[in-house]
């Protein structure tokens, strides 16, 4: 556990000197400027941010296992084993994206009106608080899961590697079977009825699934580097 969580330190310590972080931020800042406007219901701006967070974190966890130079990454899997190293590359594009969806939910509490879509109901702002919270987590976990997936070891080509990475987090956004998919539906309609749905089962399926998509990421990793 020491080795590992020293290993996700160093991934952020990366993530951060390489820049990598920028874009992933840009395009949920760009997302929130154009979907979040002052004054809207409170949970369904919360919807929003959950949804827009998916793609960043899908990126994040691409920018972290794809940062390292080849023969810095074999170093780092001959000292610490190759499916630590990647574990770590997954876990620290999670923990990114978390930071960044944690900033997104206090800005969308602090300018948004806790009221229903219609503005006919008051709807409790620490309630909301936690179920966008829970809803932001289980868009992170499937963004990662996304990440996981659609890149090395299993996806290998650049191009490929991106394209998977794009269409996997529209599928993950549009599928009603998707984990991100059922919380920020559980938000936006928790708005329309004026009552707060804390979308716990889908959090406990995107953990899930996140962990299963890392367990086969790593495994594959451990054979092919």
Avoid: K
Avoid at 125 to 134: E, I, M, Q, R, T
Avoid at 148 to 174: C, K
Avoid at 179 to 200: C, D, E, K, Y
């Amino acid at each position: 556990m020491r080795a590992t969580l020293a290993l996700i330190r160093y991934q952020l310590a990366l993530l951060v000197r390489s820049q990598r972080w920028l874009a992933p931020l840009l395009l949920y800042a760009g997302l929130l400027a154009v979907g979040v406007r002052a004054g809207q219901p409170l949970l369904d701006s919360l919807g929003l941010a959950a949804a827009a967070l998916l793609p960043s974190a899908a990126w994040l966890v691409r920018g972290c296992v794809t940062a390292e130079p080849p023969a810095a990454r074999h170093c780092a899997a001959a000292a610490a084993g190759a499916w630590r190293v990647h574990l770590a590359g997954v876990a620290a594009g999670g923990v990114a994206a978390l930071l960044f969806g944690c900033a997104g939910v206090g800005l969308v509490a602090a300018t948004s009106a806790p009221r229903s879509t219609d503005g006919s109901v008051a709807v409790p702002l620490l309630p909301a608080v936690g179920a966008g919270l829970c809803g932001m987590l289980a868009c992170v976990l499937t963004g990662a899961a996304v990440g996981a997936l659609g890149n090395r070891p299993l996806v290998r080509s650049r191009g490929y590697a991106v394209a998977a990475t794009l269409l996997g987090s529209v599928a993950a956004l549009a599928l009603g079977a998707s984990p991100a998919n059922a919380a920020v539906t559980g938000l936006v309609r928790g708005s329309a009825q004026g009552a707060v749905q804390v979308p716990w089962v889908p959090s406990l399926c995107a953990v899930a699934l996140a962990g299963l998509a890392a367990a086969a990421a790593c495994a594959v990793a451990t054979r092919r580097e």
